[in-house]
């Protein structure tokens, strides 16, 4: 329930939050503003603007100024309108999803032995580096005929320019240099099979389209010491271990996707957000054009 005006409560202070208790340091029309909202609005204030720092009196000022708008909103209806009440409801779902989070992280943290065996299975490993363009069309007939267009002499670069939806056709299909797991896996597997110089005789599927892949360079990679990447595959494998409890979470609760949802995802998709293992960076145009980074394959 959103917060609401009644009779007896003008300021619209029924449902305030229990973060309201404590040291007060000023009221507004009964509505107290306390030492731990201050501290709070504080510390989203300096991150937001962490140039222009305020004391504690400045931005008690703000905060008189704020809840007495929000008084007014409460007077006049507005946390009733269905865009606002979506957003205080959203807002809500947000910190306690937060909170929630660093609650999970805290208490189930990365020991070194298990980010050690993340670093020994992903990372420890020496590999293989790619430097190549590609061209990406929409059918498998377009990607066909520019490899015909190749045989019989064709400039890659200007085909690319030419003929590639990609973000990277204006650059001739250039990609960089990157690492197989930070390419979906038949991109990869292509590229791998590839000798100097060579493109793809054969046009290959992606999600993304039809490519046709022409390798410039290829060189092995010396991968990190465990040591020099410990905090970040800790921050990986924590990342893993969250997401592996959203899933737990997904499977457990009853989710039901209504039929008009447009575009919603099925409800036993655990969508992740991974962080790659530290092997080398994607390009922009890589990630996005080739696919996004695949950890773990």
Same mark, same amino acid.
């Given at each position: ?8 409560d003008p300021a619209g ?5 229990? &973060? ?217 494998? &924590? ?22 949802? &447009? ?7 655990a969508t992740t957000a991974?962080?790659? &293992? ?20």
């Amino acid at each position: 329930m959103q917060p609401s005006q009644t009779a007896g409560d003008p300021a619209g202070t029924a449902d305030m939050p229990a &973060a309201t208790t404590g040291k007060v340091l000023a009221t507004i029309n009964g509505s107290a503003i306390t030492q731990s909202v201050l501290d709070v609005y504080m510390e989203i204030r300096n991150t937001q603007n962490p140039n222009k720092a305020a004391d504690e009196a400045t931005v008690l000022e703000e905060l008189i100024s704020l809840e007495l708008m929000r008084q007014e909103g409460i007077s006049k209806g507005l946390n009733t309108q269905p865009a606002v009440a979506a957003s205080l409801d959203q807002q809500q779902r947000t910190v306690l999803a937060s909170a929630a989070i660093k609650d999970f992280l805290s208490n189930n943290p990365v020991s070194d032995e298990t980010a050690k065996e993340l670093y020994d299975n992903q990372i420890g490993k020496a590999g293989m580096e790619y430097n190549a363009r590609h061209i990406l069309v929409t059918t498998q007939e377009e990607a066909t005929e520019i490899i015909k267009q190749l045989d019989n002499g064709g400039n890659f670069e200007e085909l690319a320019k030419e003929k590639s939806t990609g973000p990277s056709g204006k650059t001739g299909g250039k990609l960089g240099w990157f690492a197989p797991a930070q390419m979906v896996k038949p991109f990869s597997d292509a590229t791998a099979k590839l000798e100097k110089g060579a493109y793809t005789k054969e046009p290959v599927q992606t999600q993304f389209g039809w490519h046709v892949i022409l390798l410039e360079d290829s060189r092995e990679i010396t991968p990190p010491a465990f040591e020099d990447v410990k905090d970040r595959v800790k921050l990986v494998a &924590a990342n893993q271990q969250l997401q592996a409890h959203i899933q737990q979470l997904r499977q457990s609760a009853s989710i039901e996707i209504t039929a008009d949802a &447009a575009g919603a995802a099925p409800a036993d998709d655990a969508t992740t957000a991974e962080e790659s &293992a530290p092997a080398g960076e994607p390009s922009e145009e890589s990630s996005a054009d080739a696919g996004e980074p695949t950890p773990g394959e």
